[in-house]
């Protein structure tokens, strides 16, 4: 086996396209590992763990395009060849002449003087500098940057009260405004249900959940995952509470976030008291005790926050449609009569955080502590090799996984290939996973795990057990992947698929208590 390195001065490509084409070319007959990257620190620091970083690659900077094969000698230089005209093909996809773009916040506002909504992704170093200009524009801000200091995130966020301006962010995936899906969201319809949520996939999971009841979304307003931190002390969740309360089209609210810390929860509890619309609250993990005192409503997972704001609409209680206990427990035994007396853990691999922090608490409480990336328990989290221990949950957008790669839901590759290393341990049973689909999305993520799915279990049956790999999908039927498509692909690749992410957890604590 050999290795060989081509770099490029001066050629910017982003990271959905370099792992798009290193996918392609580490396919090819002959080629072990294909990496396809910009020479930035981080990228260089995966290329020494690989083992793949050669002098020409070191050498490279920020700027430089580098391809690394390693393989059988006499395929290397086609394959750096090949590699470079899938670039090359990339670059001029849909051609004709390319639309002429502004460079600069200026520009654009010169180019669409009547657009009152900017989204900005630049490095967090820079974004705050943009954000501030938009502001003093009169432009709401999505600002999807991460890496912003949050000193300048409080001083942005009081900038917009100021000026009765949206400020969503830093680190904001998910927003739906006046029916105009931003960044990561789903496809649904309008209706009288108002979220704000601090977290991406927690509003993707309760929206979609919602708008599948028959009953659509006002507005959904995302605030960064810092903002009800003790620093910033939610004040962008409190500005867009009053917002929704004067909404004519909200009739009610849905407020979704990870635990609070405590400053904020009696800041934002405060304001619910002074709001006449009904209110469900979903802290994530949090103190129910929280609400004591208001008008709110708690409830324990995303799926129950969901399910109680339908039910105000209705004017009824609103059930999951999950599987009876019966019907769970007809599952578990189809599902461990084949595993061996070697299996015995579970491996939880996410790419939606929040579902992933959903995932981990229910488990937690249902069966016992689960070594994560993020772990809710003292003394379970990973080691630095990130390699799982015994029962394991991790959340594959996390920065440790991300550096210089784009997000699993934009591209689940990297969760394929850690599946499947997950299924080499002759103690792993069982495989839980979440699918989510909707604007920005993976065009097919079902479709890209399924053949993991279908590898893996096959990799178990040879050594004479059987995996079990239970599933769920975050999205609507509305969405350009498709629901039912998207379900209907994960079964027939032997995935057991169950309507929500706390279903699929809970059907995989049973299976995971089933063969201890």
Known sequence: MAKKVFVKEGTYYDSVTLMSVAKDVKSLDGITEA??????????????????????????????????????????????????????????????????????????????????????????????????????????????????????????????????????????????????????????????????????????????????????????????????????????????????????????????????AKEAAEKIMEEVKKIKKPIVVNFLGGDPSVVEGTDAIWANTLEDGA????????????????????????????????????QKYLRGLYTGGTLCSEALIQLTNEYGDMYSNIPISEGYGLKEDLKSIENTVIDLGEDDFTQGKPHPMIEPYMRSERLLEEAKDEEVGVILIDVVIGYGSHMDPAGEVAEAIKEAKATVADRGGYLSVIASVCGTDKDPQNLDMQEEKLRKAGAKVLPTNVQAVRVASQILSGIN
């Open 307 to 342: 399910f109680k704001a339908v039910g105000i609409i209705k004017g009824e209680d609103v059930a999951a449609g999950g599987m009876s206990q019966s019907e769970i427990e007809e599952i578990v035994k189809e599902e461990t009569s084949n595993m061996n007396s070697k």
């Open 35 to 260: 990496v396809v990257v910009m020479g930035t620190d981080a990228n260089k620091g995966i290329l020494k763990e690989a083992n793949l970083l050669l002098p020409e690659a070191e050498a490279a900077n920020a700027n430089d395009l580098v391809i690394v094969v390693d393989g059988e000698e006499d395929v290397l230089d086609e394959a750096i060849e090949t590699t470079k005209t899938l670039m090359a093909e990339k670059k001029n996809a849909g051609g004709g002449k390319a639309e002429e773009k502004p460079s600069t916040l200026r520009g654009a506002i010169e180019a669409q003087p009547d657009s009152n909504l900017v989204i900005i992704s630049v490095p967090g170093q820079f974004a705050a500098r943009e954000a501030r200009k938009a502001l003093n524009n009169g432009l709401h801000v999505m600002l999807f940057s991460d890496n912003v200091p949050v000193e300048d995130e409080i001083a942005l966020k009081e900038l917009a009260v100021e000026k009765d301006l949206l400020l969503m962010g830093p680190d904001c995936g998910t927003a739906i405004v006046n029916q105009a899906p931003l960044a990561f969201a789903n496809v649904v319809s309008k209706g009288p249900v108002g979220i704000v949520a601090a977290s991406g996939t927690g509003a993707q999971a309760v929206s979609s959940l919602v708008d599948r009841q028959g009953v659509g979304l006002s507005q959904v307003i995302g605030t960064g995952g810092r903002d009800l931190k003790s620093k910033v002390k939610g004040i962008e969740m409190i500005k867009d509470l009053k917002a929704l309360a004067q909404d004519d089209d909200t009739e009610v609210i849905v407020l979704v976030s990870k635990p609070p």
